[in-house]
C-alpha cells in the first residue's frame, strides 16, 4: 500500500499553495463577493416541453434555472435574474438545433419572468416552470458563402470545406453550423497569407412559411501579407533577442497561422513565461507587411518541491528538488534532485535508497526546436535482486520536429558496483542513447483518443569485461473513445524489449529486462518480475514482452472507475511458453482534477509465485498509462 504527497513552491511570497488542484490556506478576502449569498431565495424548478430527447437535454444543458436549481439563488433578484437570462440561453439552444420558431415561457410563482420587478416577494421555497415548445425543425435553403479562398497548393494549408460540416441546402439549419462554416472560410483564406480575413457581412433570413433558413455570407480577404519585425515586450531578466529568434519568425516569409501556433508552443516549452502571446503589431502596410509583437510575462526564477511516499513494503521515501529557470537570460535551467527511500522500522541505513542529480537545459542550442541537456547523477538502490551504487553523466541533445515527434540522443559514461547471487562485480560503460517518441494523444495526463509510440536504441561497450551490447525498447499506447463525452474510453499497452551482446553474468543488472510495479505488471512487486533460476534467485532477462488493457468508465464528472488486466514476460535467452506469462488483474479509482486524474488501483496477481506479494494498492496522479 502506498501514500503519496507533493508540495510545489516558486521562488515568490504566497499565501497560498495547491495541492492536486485544490487550494489551501486560501486568503479569504480574495473570494468573489458574488459567491456570497445574501436573503438565499430557494425554488423547485421543472420542464414542460413537447422536444424530443436530444432537444431536452439541449435545454437542460443550457437552462441555469435547471442546473443549479439545488443551491439557492441570491435573494428574489437573483432569481429574477437568472430566469430572464434562461430566455436567451434556452433560445440559443434551439437555435443550435435547427429550431427557429420555438417559444419559451418561464413562470417563477406562476408570473412570467420577463415581467416580474426585480423586488418582487416571492415564497421561500418558489415553484419555476420552464414551457418551452421547440417549433418545427428548419432546414437551410439557399446557402452562399464568398468570396471563397483560391486553392492551397501546399498540404498543409489545406482547409475542409464549409459543406464538411453540414453548410448545404436541405440540411438541417443549425447555428453552430453557420458560425463553424464563417471560421472555415476565413482559416482558408488565412492559411493563404491573408492575416486580416473577415466576415464583412453576414445575412441570415429564417422564412417561417417554408420553415428554411437563407444565408448569405461574404467574406473580405484583405490584403495578402508577410512577416515583418518581430518585438518582444514585458521582459524582465529574458533577452529580448533571444525571444525573438526562439519564435523562429523571419521577416520576409509569408503569413501563416500554424507558424504563430507553433513560435507559441516554443515559447510556452521554455518554462520561463507565466503568460505569453504573439500578435499583430498594427496593420498591415501598403507594401504588405504585418509586424508582430511577443508579449510576455516572466515567472518566478526559482521553484522547489518536496515530496513523500510510504508503502509497507518498500518503506518511507522522501524526495526533493530545486529548479532554477533563466540562468543566463536565455531560457536555461537547471534542477536538482535528491532522494532518500527504503526507510523502514527498525532503521537500518543500509537497506536505504539514496539519489542525487543535476541537469542544465539550454534551450535554442543549434536552432529554436533544439535543446542541449547535460546530466549527472549519483544512486545506490537496494532491491530483491541486486544492490546498485553508480555514478553517471551525459549530454545529449532533444529535437522537436513538430508537435507530435520528438527525437533525442546523448552520451554517456557511467561506473557502477553491483552486488547479487553473482557476488560484487564493477561495470565501466560508455555507450550512445537515442529516441523517438510520436505523441499523438488528445491529453497527455487523460488521453481519450489517439496513440503514443516511444522507440529507444542503446549500443554499449563496457571495459572491466570487454564487451559490446545492444539494447532496445518500443513501446504502443492506444486510446479507443467508446461512448461520447469521454464516458467510456478503452486503453492499450504493449512493450517490448531486446538485448545484444554479453553473458548475463557480465551484464550490469540494471541493463537487464525487469516486469512488475505500478507501471508495468500491477499485483506484482516492483522489478519483482524476472528470470528464475533453478536454485530459486531472480535475475534480469535479455528479452522482455508487456502488455496492458483498460475500460475507463466515467461516472461522474468528477469520479470514474476502472478494470484492468496486466502481463508481462521476462525471457533468459529464449521464450518459454505462454504458461510462464505473469498476469495481473484489478480495479481503479479516479478522481479527476485540473492537473489530471488522482488515481488509486488494486491488483491482484492470477499465478502468484513464490516470494510475490498477495495485491498491489498504488496511488499516483495521472492515468497508468
Avoid: C
Wanted: charged share 25%; net charge negative.
Amino acid at each position: 500500500m502506498a501514500i503519496l504527497g507533493l508540495l510545489l513552491l516558486s521562488g515568490s511570497g504566497a499565501s497560498a499553495f495547491e495541492l492536486f488542484g485544490f487550494k489551501l490556506f486560501e486568503d479569504q478576502s480574495e473570494i468573489d463577493a458574488d459567491a456570497v449569498i445574501g436573503d438565499p431565495q430557494s425554488y423547485l424548478a421543472t420542464l414542460e416541453t413537447s422536444a424530443p430527447g436530444d432537444i431536452e437535454s439541449a435545454i437542460r444543458n443550457a437552462s441555469a434555472v435547471l442546473k443549479d436549481q439545488a443551491t439557492p439563488a441570491s435573494g428574489a433578484a437573483g432569481l429574477i435574474a437568472k430566469a430572464r437570462s434562461d430566455y436567451r440561453r434556452i433560445l440559443a439552444a434551439l437555435y443550435n438545433q435547427g429550431h427557429f420558431g420555438g417559444t419559451i415561457s418561464i413562470l417563477v410563482g406562476g408570473k412570467e419572468a420577463a415581467n416580474l420587478p426585480p423586488d418582487t416577494s416571492l415564497p421561500d421555497p418558489v415553484a419555476v416552470v420552464l414551457r418551452v415548445n421547440p417549433g418545427p425543425l428548419f432546414r437551410f435553403g439557399s446557402v452562399r458563402l464568398a468570396p471563397a479562398a483560391p486553392p492551397a497548393s501546399d498540404e498543409g494549408d489545406r482547409v475542409d470545406t464549409p459543406d464538411s460540416v453540414g453548410f448545404g441546402a436541405g440540411l438541417v439549419a443549425r447555428a453552430t453550423v453557420i458560425n463553424k462554416a464563417e471560421q472555415l472560410a476565413l482559416e482558408a483564406w488565412r492559411q493563404q497569407g491573408y492575416a486580416e480575413a473577415a466576415v464583412a457581412r453576414s445575412d441570415v433570413v429564417a422564412d417561417h412559411a417554408t420553415n428554411t433558413v437563407d444565408v448569405t455570407i461574404t467574406i473580405a480577404p484583405g490584403r495578402r501579407a508577410t512577416v515583418g519585425e518581430v518585438s518582444v515586450s514585458g521582459t524582465a531578466r529574458m533577452d529580448p533577442e533571444f525571444v525573438a529568434r526562439m519564435t523562429d519568425l523571419h521577416a520576409g516569409d509569408e503569413y501563416d497561422p500554424d507558424d504563430i501556433k507553433r513560435a507559441e508552443k516554443r515559447l510556452a516549452r521554455l518554462d520561463v513565461f507565466r503568460a505569453m502571446r504573439v500578435e499583430a503589431a498594427g496593420a498591415i502596410g501598403s507594401d504588405g507587411v504585418l509586424p508582430f509583437d511577443v508579449v510576455v510575462e516572466e515567472q518566478p526564477e526559482r521553484r522547489f518541491g518536496i515530496g513523500a511516499t510510504y508503502s509497507t513494503i518498500d518503506g518511507l521515501g522522501l524526495e526533493g528538488f530545486h529548479l532554477w529557470r533563466n540562468l543566463f537570460g536565455r531560457a536555461e535551467r537547471l534542477r536538482l534532485d535528491a532522494k532518500v527511500a527504503g526507510i523502514n522500522w527498525p532503521v537500518n541505513s543500509s537497506e536505504f535508497d539514496y539519489a542525487f542529480g543535476g541537469t542544465f537545459t539550454k534551450p535554442g542550442f543549434l536552432n529554436p526546436d533544439n535543446d542541449l541537456v547535460a546530466a549527472i547523477a549519483a544512486e545506490r538502490t537496494v532491491l530483491p535482486a541486486y544492490t546498485e551504487t553508480s555514478a553517471s553523466a551525459r549530454v545529449g541533445m532533444t529535437q522537436y520536429l513538430n508537435d507530435q515527434l520528438t527525437l533525442d540522443g546523448s552520451l554517456y559514461y557511467e561506473r557502477s558496483l553491483f552486488e547479487d547471487d553473482y557476488g560484487e562485480r564493477n561495470f565501466s560503460l560508455a555507450g550512445l542513447t537515442g529516441g523517438l517518441i510520436w505523441d499523438a494523444r488528445d491529453d497527455a495526463t487523460d488521453p481519450a483518443a489517439g496513440f503514443y509510440v516511444n522507440v529507444t536504441a542503446e549500443p554499449f561497450y563496457e571495459f572491466y569485461y570487454g564487451n559490446a551490447a545492444f539494447r532496445t525498447t518500443a513501446e504502443v499506447r492506444g486510446y479507443l473513445r467508446l461512448l461520447g463525452d469521454d464516458k467510456l474510453v478503452l486503453a492499450g499497452r504493449a512493450k517490448v524489449g531486446a538485448l545484444v551482446g554479453p553473458p548475463i553474468d557480465e551484464t550490469p543488472p540494471d541493463r537487464l529486462f525487469f516486469a512488475g510495479g505500478g507501471g508495468s505488471v500491477r499485483g506484482y512487486a516492483y522489478r519483482g518480475i524476472g528470470v528464475e533460476q533453478p536454485d530459486g534467485t531472480v535475475t534480469g532477462g535479455r528479452y522482455l514482452v508487456e502488455g496492458s488493457l483498460e475500460a475507463r468508465y466515467r461516472v461522474t464528472s468528477d469520479i470514474g472507475v476502472v478494470a484492468f488486466i496486466d502481463g508481462g514476460y521476462v525471457a533468459a535467452d529464449t521464450f518459454a511458453g505462454l504458461d510462464q506469462l505473469r498476469v495481473g488483474v484489478g480495479a481503479g479509482l479516479r478522481y479527476y482534477t485540473g492537473l489530471g486524474p488522482l488515481r488509486l488501483d488494486v491488483a491482484v496477481p492470477l499465478n502468484k509465485r513464490r516470494g510475490d506479494p498477495d495485491y498491489g494498492i498504488y496511488l499516483g496522479i495521472g492515468q497508468a498509462f
